[in-house]
């Protein structure tokens, strides 16, 4: 599953689609409102333009889809990129949409969730929100690049981010480089 909500690094998401959609993993996307303003606007996609880069696609309101029960089997969850309200709303089990109830699911399945979270600085609210979605079992993934690969471009610091995710979240043929050292 790949959730969207409103903060800066919508090409991430877009990236882990199109990457899953190549490892012939299938995907389940829900965008928030203010997520589908931020694709618009960082990328120029409609909603329409990104639910076409996913295999199924929900709106937030829909809190009856079958992502929404644990009965539906899932791999993992991946939301990014993830807001403060996205994180604070995970952290306290306050499933108010598809999006926030989907991650609590993950996590009471005890199913892998991912949270790139984009916001700096921290302030003491979104660390303690940090320190409990960690607690629960989540992983807290700020997209920080890893500039010792030298990347060439933004989008290869994407991808490279993409790649360690897809990974992290166990999918065979994800190839994030690995540090080889000195």
């Not at 295999?55 to 939301?79: K, L, N």
């Not at 700096?120 to 629960?136: D, G, I, K, S, Y």
Request: charged share 15%; with cysteine; hydrophobic share 50%.
């Amino acid at each position: 599953m790949v959730g969207i909500s409103g903060a800066t690094g919508s090409l991430y998401a877009v990236t882990l689609l199109k990457r899953a959609r190549a490892l012939g993993v299938e995907t389940h996307l829900v965008a928030t409102p203010a997520g589908v303003l931020n694709v618009h606007h960082e990328l120029g996609l409609s909603r329409g333009d990104l639910e076409a880069l996913a295999d199924h696609a929900y709106a937030p309101g829909d809190v009856g889809a079958c992502i929404a029960s644990g009965s539906f089997g899932t791999a993992a969850m991946v939301v990014a990129p993830c807001s403060m309200k996205t994180l604070a709303a995970v952290a306290h089990g306050f499933s108010d949409n598809l999006l926030t109830r989907a991650a609590d699911v993950t996590l009471k399945e005890r199913r892998r969730l991912v949270l790139m979270v984009r916001e700096t600085p921290f302030n003491l609210a979104h660390l303690r929100n940090m320190t409990a979605v960690t607690e629960m079992g989540g992983i807290v993934f700020p997209p920080l690049p890893a500039f010792y690969l030298k990347p060439s471009s933004i989008e290869e610091m994407v991808a490279e981010g993409a790649e360690r995710v897809l990974a992290l979240l166990g999918f065979g043929g994800a190839a994030p480089q690995a540090w080889q050292g000195l």
